[in-house]
Every structure is written in structure tokens, then in C-alpha cells.
């Protein structure tokens, strides 16, 4: 299974594409296909059938669709900035935990 330095609830910023530059939370990670879905970038509109059972009104619905994992880039808490991640080891308690950190300022992002 593929293993991405994206995660979900991480924010990052779209680079390239129609959505370049908008920022938002990552939903979900799709590591089959290579995608993730970010709230409130590539949206589009779906025709939807009503669904009496669940109480869903018919009619034209916004959704977002997945995006390439490779046209996001993670952001960075502590510097506001789209940044890489890199991952390091810190010594807690006598053990040594795997952290993402931030490669422009170094700060642990957990």
C-alpha cells in the first residue's frame, strides 16, 4: 500500500490546475487512484436523483471531486507556507517517535 506525506485533516494549497492557489482541508486520501479530496476545491455540479428513504431532495448538487495527490502541496502551521515534508525521529519518554516536520522552518507538524 502506497504511503503519502499528505494526510487526512492536513491543510495544503493547490499548485497547479484551475484551482491553483486556494487552500482547504483535506477530506480524504484515495491511495488507489492517487488522489485526494480537498473541501471546496474542484467542484463540481451532479445531477441527483432523490432518495426518499434517506430524506435527500433531488436536484443539482456541488461536490468536490478528487485531485491529484502530486497538485497539492501540504501547508505549514508555524510558517503559513506551502512547504515539503520531511519525516525525522524524537526521543520521548525513552522511545523514539516518527515525526513530520516542516523542511522550511523545522517545526514538528503534529
Not at 31 to 50: F, G, I, Q, T, Y
Given at each position: 500500500m502506497k504511503t503519502y506525506r499528505i494526510r487526512k485533516d492536513d491543510k495544503v494549497m493547490v499548485i497547479t490546475g484551475k484551482d491553483a492557489g486556494k487552500i482547504g482541508k483535506v477530506l480524504k486520501v484515495l491511495?488507489?487512484?492517487?488522489?485526494?479530496?480537498?473541501?471546496?476545491?474542484?467542484?463540481?455540479?451532479?445531477?441527483?436523483?432523490?432518495?426518499?428513504?434517506?430524506?435527500?431532495?433531488?436536484?443539482?448538487?456541488?461536490?468536490?471531486?478528487?485531485?491529484?495527490v502530486s497538485n497539492v502541496m501540504v501547508v505549514c502551521s508555524a510558517c503559513a507556507k506551502p512547504t515539503k515534508v520531511g519525516y525525522k525521529y524524537i526521543e520521548s519518554e525513552g522511545k523514539q517517535k516518527k515525526v513530520r516536520f516542516c523542511k522550511k522552518c523545522n517545526e514538528v507538524m503534529e
Open positions: 491511495p488507489k487512484k492517487d488522489r485526494v479530496l480537498v473541501e471546496k476545491v474542484n467542484v463540481a455540479k451532479r445531477h441527483m436523483r432523490p432518495n426518499p428513504y434517506a430524506q435527500q431532495p433531488g436536484g443539482i448538487v456541488e461536490k468536490e471531486m478528487p485531485i491529484h
